[in-house]
């Protein structure tokens, strides 16, 4: 059999009336295209499975063969891509039966395979389907007084997806609540949970979150891909200084290595592609984390279970037995763990950790008033970054133009400068939203001679800052940066970063 050249799936290509079932069973899916009707088969697909796949078509097909990883790849991407609007016209229609919620289900269910579910099954599915292929972080249902709204959140951007009738709420929620084991009769007070499921290949953690309203039940529902490929640090927008800054910290035996940032601001994707430079199989490397998020081979990963006492601090003291060589510390959040952190960076580990705070310089703040003394911290920190995540422009559609005088200053560029900059316009590709993935705006300090003297000193905020970004970017200037080369707006990086940065950065470029 010769090969054959790997086959994309267009946006307008859809499943014939094949069931999803037949077609990964057997191994063989129909797919639409400009030629007519194809037949694609698994290798080693069974002669019997065509014949039923031309009975079902009506039409003669044209075969192709695929190897069985391409072939798995095929049948996740075309039975997807379902009609979201439809399956939810069909729910309006039908009777709703709320004992089949209460129905036993696997731990870990295919959505694809759900041809005979109940019509409020096949809609979360299909809220489901549509929010993993949109790589969505976030699904909400919230009920008003006259509709229940389903959004999604894109590229840190919400979306609505779905407005169903006031009706639907209880099912909708009961539904969910069941897959995450929760209590479908406890209304009135909130419940976490979680479930894990398929899409074809893709396996997918979520975490679910209820919270009583005016109108019912809100359902918060957060998706965690967890065969999804990390990034390493090259990818994640990390000018070249800042990437070599961040490789040299990570590279020593022993410190602190901080990423601050509000939540969302991909602070564990930071961390995550940095533990992942570092396992070479060399280092005995151990995270605690609230939830582990992404499973990482080689790395030894612990979850927080704050119901029976595994806190950040006692994880943290169990990893410090285990002779680790780099720890990871999901967040620092309270004096405690604070603590063991430092003395762990100073009995000669690496430290890898988050902190809530607005700056880098701030992180220091923090951790003072934690309790640790500023000497402490001197001796300890190595490198602090700060991060925002704006959304990318979409390359098929977005648009030149000369900025303003105004944009300029507020990026802290010189007004008489001569740029172009770029806007977002809209198009299939980027579902008319002008931008299209993500990636992160950094600032970094690193703690040389000068700012340990700063530290120790006890100098406020605004004296580390002044001293630390003399020469290096500010997250208003790695903004700027993406600007002037086209890879997001100006618009998106002013509304990451804070107003009042623009008045402490240089007007010239």
């Known amino acids: 059999m010769e090969a054959t050249a790997p086959i994309v799936v267009s946006p307008i290509a859809a499943p014939a009336r094949l069931s999803y079932s037949f077609a990964r069973q057997h191994g063989v899916l129909l797919m639409s295209g400009e030629e007519g009707l ?43 891509q379902g009609d979201l609007s439809e399956t939810a016209a069909t729910v309006m229609e039908a009777p709703q039966d709320l004992s089949a919620l209460a129905d036993s289900i696997p731990q ?8 005979d579910d109940a019509p409020v099954i096949k809609l979360i599915n299909g809220i489901l389907q549509e929010a993993i292929r949109q790589k969505a972080s976030d699904i909400h249902i919230e009920p008003y007084q006259n509709r229940v709204s389903t959004r999604l959140r894109v590229d840190g951007a919400l979306r609505e997806v779905l407005s169903l009738a006031p009706q639907l709420s209880g099912s909708l929620v009961s539904r969910v609540k069941v897959m995450a084991r929760l209590d479908i009769a ?18 997918v953690d979520i975490r679910v979150s209820t919270l009583p309203s005016q109108y019912g039940e809100r359902v918060v529902m957060r998706l965690l891909e967890k065969t999804a490929q990390l990034l390493d640090l090259s990818q994640i927008g990390l000018g070249t200084e800042d990437l070599a800054l961040m490789r040299r910290a990570i590279a020593r035996p022993n410190g602190i290595v901080l990423v601050t940032g509000p939540t969302g601001s991909g602070k564990t994707t930071t961390l995550y592609g940095a533990v992942s430079e570092l396992n070479d199989g060399s280092r005995n490397i151990l995270t605690i984390e609230d939830p582990v998020e992404y499973a990482l081979d080689g790395i030894g990963q612990t979850q927080v279970n704050s119901k029976i006492g595994m806190t950040f601090a006692a994880g943290l003291r169990a990893i410090l037995r285990q002779d680790p060589d780099v720890v990871m510390v999901g967040e620092i959040r309270d004096p405690e763990t604070a603590q063991i952190a430092v003395q762990a960076a100073l009995t000669g580990h690496l430290v890898l950790s988050t902190v809530h705070t607005n700056s880098a310089a701030a992180a220091i703040a923090r951790l003072r008033d934690m309790g640790i003394e500023s000497f402490l911290l001197a001796s300890t920190a190595t490198a602090i970054a700060a991060q925002r995540l704006v959304r990318k422009l979409c390359e098929q559609c977005k648009e030149g133009y000369t900025p303003s005088a105004r944009e300029l ?9 001569k740029l172009t900059f770029f806007a977002p316009k809209g198009c299939m590709t980027c579902r008319q939203t002008g931008y299209n993935g993500r990636l992160g705006i950094f600032e970094i300090i690193s703690v040389d001679e000068d700012i340990k003297r700063l530290i120790h000193d006890q100098a406020r905020e605004g004296e580390i800052a002044k001293m630390a970004f003399k020469d290096r970017p500010t997250l208003l200037q790695s903004g700027a940066d993406h600007v002037i080369s086209g890879r997001t707006s100006a618009a998106e990086v002013l509304r990451v970063c804070r107003a009042n940065e623009a008045e402490a950065v240089s007007g010239d470029i």
Do not use: C, H, M, W
């Open 409 to 417: 200053s507020d990026l802290g560029l010189s007004p008489k400068t």
């Open 186 to 203: 406890k209304k009135r007070v909130p419940q976490d949970g979680r479930f894990s499921l398929n899409l074809g290949e893709r396996a």
């Open 38 to 80: 194809t037949a694609l088969y698994r290798t080693g697909a069974d002669v019997f499975a065509l014949r039923e796949a031309r009975r079902v078509g009506r039409q003669p097909l044209i075969r192709r063969e695929v190897d069985p990883a391409e072939f798995d790849r095929l049948l996740s991407s075309i039975y997807a």
């Open 108 to 115: 870990t269910s295919d959505l694809l395979d759900s041809e």
